[in-house]
């Protein structure tokens, strides 16, 4: 789980197995909803505000 604030979540756009959640962690995390697991993360130098 983000250590911070999430600032934006977003669904796949042709399935609901992927969340892609963006946080004031400055990271960006990819779950897989389907399997409850985190399949990779993303870690940037500052907070990431967006996701698409």
Do not use: G, M
């Amino acid at each position: 789980l983000p250590e911070d604030a999430i600032s934006s979540v977003k669904f796949a756009p042709k399935s609901n197995q992927y969340l892609l959640v963006s946080s004031w962690d400055c990271s960006v995390r990819l779950y897989d909803v389907t399997a409850n697991v985190v399949r990779h993360k993303y870690s940037h130098e500052l907070p990431v505000l967006d996701v698409c």
